[in-house]
């Protein structure tokens, strides 16, 4: 079955440190992947994207991420971490089935941030 | 430019009532797709809509049902709801391109007491 996974439930940094949020795959084909964050009581806001190409892919807020096509892996990635990124971050997946398609969500990582 | 909209922001209903949410994809965007959020849990994808007909479907009882109208906006309707019916259903919409970006709207919290 098709599935995405965050091992991590809950990572604590200092602002100021680096982060990497980790996300596997379990799909037939590569597919499309994606990284939301999510504010208390929100929705969710689209991060960056990877659809194809250049595995290193640029987002919003200064964050990045490299797909691993031998990891089954698409890794958020921040050099330095300001407060305001306490969020929940969720990675995402979608076939690519040449139409619409759904996404499979992870189950999501909390970011805390201590000054 | 407006992005995904959804009303209401907040309901509550009790067990065996009905429900309708609602949403307004970003303009450009023929293409919604719903899911749900439990307390704790990531998106499940409930169903999606394109030319007024359910496209696609998650695994989710013919209790969640839906509709898309001519300007591309879409409702949510439940019935007969259960306790385990909270969430916050979320609104996305798309372009039906095969290669689709996903935006969300900021959800309705519904409470079933």
């Known amino acids: 079955a098709q599935s995405v996974t965050q091992p991590d439930i809950h990572i604590t940094v200092s602002e100021g440190a680096s982060l990497e949020l980790r996300c596997n795959y379990s799909?037939?084909?590569?597919?499309?992947l994606f990284w939301y964050v999510q504010s208390p009581g929100q929705g969710l806001q689209l991060l960056l994207k990877?659809?194809?190409?250049?595995?290193l892919v640029q987002g919003i807020k200064g964050f990045e991420a490299e797909f691993k096509r031998s990891q089954s892996s698409f890794n958020l990635r921040k050099p330095s971490v300001h407060w305001s990124d306490a969020a929940e971050y969720f990675c995402?997946?979608?076939?690519?089935?040449?139409?619409?398609?759904?996404?499979?969500f992870g189950t999501g990582t909390r970011l805390q941030v201590t000054l | 430019d407006a992005g995904v909209t959804q009303s209401p922001t907040h309901l509550i209903k009790t067990r065996g009532q009905q429900v309708t949410l609602r949403c307004s994809p970003k303009?450009?965007?023929?293409?919604v797709s719903w899911y749900q959020q439990a307390l704790g849990q990531g998106p499940q994808f409930i169903f999606q809509?394109?030319?007024?007909?359910?496209?696609q479907r998650g695994n989710f009882p013919d209790r969640f049902s839906g509709h898309q109208f001519p300007n591309y906006s879409s409702e949510l309707n439940v019935n007969a709801l259960l306790l385990g019916d909270s969430a916050l259903y979320l609104c996305?919409?798309?372009?039906?391109?095969?290669?689709?970006?996903?935006?969300f709207g900021p959800g309705t919290r519904l409470l079933v007491l």
């Open positions: 996305a919409s798309s372009s039906f391109n095969g290669r689709e970006t996903q935006y």
């Open positions: 799909y037939g084909a590569t597919p499309y």
């Open positions: 990877y659809f194809s190409g250049d595995t």
């Open positions: 995402a997946a979608a076939i690519n089935t040449g139409t619409a398609s759904k996404l499979t």
């Open positions: 303009s450009g965007h023929d293409t």
């Open positions: 809509y394109y030319e007024e007909e359910e496209r």
